[in-house]
């Protein structure tokens, strides 16, 4: 009876957490969906200003902005004449800002644009910091002690500089790459100066697991089998810390996703008028005051973004438990 009531606890919360994850997972799906339906209006859309009375308008359930504004944007209607104007009956849902742009054709792409850069830098950090990992903790000695005092000196080099750095460097040579699209260049800056310190956490994350791995018994068994260093790592060791991998791969997007909002904020990270949700909450900021206080600016920008952050996290934890079967039943929530 003592067991069976202590466990109870633990099923209960696994329980709990399974739909949290479930629900988080069917935000995030709902958010890429919708943001991927509306893309070819948003796109067009989240940069057209109307000066007159809808600047920084509150949210209304009707548009404030005629049809006739947004469509003069688009280069055609065929095929999307209907779908058009039912997105544009949405255009007033989250007011617009200080130019009049509709605040949700700025969210829905800006929502892409931080889940693209958070996502970019995870798979980064995940390559990278696991085969910097990886041969570091197998290989050992000097090759292992060569290859973290790399990482030790990454890490202390000051982060803002080394972004200024590939700004200036990076960003002309990818705007040639982009046919002069200098929106493009910056999300590729941004997803590189992310990634490129993302991965220093993962590889010593990876080398502590490789470490406790590498003696175990299996392994001596797959090389007393001939296996090279290249396959034991690959089929026996990597497997075994998929867990770590996708636990800090979920914790990078939204750390990501906050550094983009921090760079953006100093003005090095993504440039107007390409949206994101860091940018969009660095406006919101800017825009309230003693005085007058336009809540939906900010409110809803960092909503999405705590939703997004909070859903990842919830995510994550739950592809711990499914992936690790190591885990224990305890919840990072």
Not at 21 to 44: R, Y
Not at 71 to 93: C, Q
Not at 179 to 206: D, H, K
Request: glycine share 10%; with cysteine.
């Amino acid at each position: 009876m003592v067991r069976k009531g202590i466990s109870a606890g633990p099923r209960a919360a696994r329980r709990r957490l399974r739909r949290l994850a479930l629900v988080s997972g069917m935000l995030i799906a709902f958010g890429v969906v919708t943001s991927l339906a509306t893309l070819p209006l948003t796109m067009v859309w989240h940069n057209v200003q109307t000066l007159d009375r809808a600047i920084r308008h509150p949210p209304s359930p009707a548009p404030v902005v005629a049809f006739s504004r947004y469509s003069a944007a688009l280069k055609t209607e065929e095929g999307m004449g209907g779908f058009a104007r039912t997105v544009h009956r949405a255009s007033s849902w989250m007011g617009h800002d200080d130019l009049g742009r509709s605040l949700l054709f700025r969210v829905l792409p800006g929502f892409l644009v931080s889940s693209l850069i958070g996502l970019a830098a995870a798979l980064m950090a995940v390559c990278i910091g696991t085969t910097w990992g990886a041969v570091a903790a197998y290989a050992g000695g000097r090759i292992d002690s060569a290859l973290m005092r790399i990482v030790d000196v990454l890490y202390g080099l000051p982060y803002i500089l080394m972004v200024i750095l590939m700004k200036i460097a990076l960003t002309r040579p990818l705007t040639l790459l982009c046919a002069g699209r200098t929106q493009y260049a910056e999300v590729i800056v941004v997803v590189l100066a992310i990634g490129s310190v993302s991965w220093l956490t993962m590889a010593r994350v990876i080398r502590g697991q490789v470490l406790s791995l590498r003696n175990q018994l299996f392994v001596e068994a797959a090389k007393a089998a001939g296996a090279g260093p290249v396959r034991i790592l690959a089929r026996h060791i990597l497997p075994n810390v998929i867990g770590p991998v996708v636990v800090y791969a979920t914790l990078v997007i939204p750390q990501a996703i906050l550094q983009e909002a921090f760079l953006s904020f100093l003005g090095i990270g993504i440039q107007p008028p390409t949206p994101s949700l860091g940018k969009l909450a660095a406006e919101g900021v800017e825009a309230v005051n003693l005085f007058v206080g336009y809540w939906w600016l900010i409110v809803f920008p960092c909503g999405l973004l705590m939703l997004t952050l909070l859903a990842l996290n919830l995510l994550g934890d739950r592809l711990r438990d499914a992936l690790d079967p190591r885990s224990s039943s305890g919840s990072l929530v």
